[in-house]
């Protein structure tokens, strides 16, 4: 973390938009842990099909290593936001969420 000459603050911590999202975290009244969950759980759907996205694409050019490693990644993806859905459902009070 790049930080500014003299000053103890990280230079992302003092861009607007970063404060601007943590201030809008905290007004949500929801718990940061159940935050960082739904996050998790996003952005490793994300990954999941954007890596889905490389696997065509080696596949296309006939890079079956390549396609392979990319289907290998974007299972890995998809446990770890199926561990996201489990753990976030425990904490809501709900088993699960579909």
């Given amino acids: 973390m790049q930080q ?3 000053q103890g603050t990280p230079q ?3 861009n607007p938009m970063y404060q601007a999202a943590g201030a809008q975290r905290v ?3 929801t718990p940061d842990t159940h935050y960082d969950l739904v996050s998790v759980l996003y952005h490793a759907l994300e990954g999941a ?3 889905a996205q490389y696997a065509d694409d080696a596949n296309r050019e006939g890079d079956q290593e390549l396609a392979q490693f990319f289907v290998q990644i974007q299972q890995n993806h998809i ?3 199926d561990r ?3 753990l976030l459902g425990r904490r809501l009070g709900q088993g699960a969420l579909h």
Avoid: D, I, R
Wanted: hydrophobic share 15%.
């Fill in 4 to 6: 500014n000459p003299g």
């Fill in 84 to 86: 996201a859905k489990q």
């Fill in 27 to 29: 007004s949500t009244n």
């Fill in 79 to 81: 446990a770890c936001a």
């Fill in 12 to 14: 992302y911590q003092q």
């Fill in 49 to 51: 099909q954007t890596y």
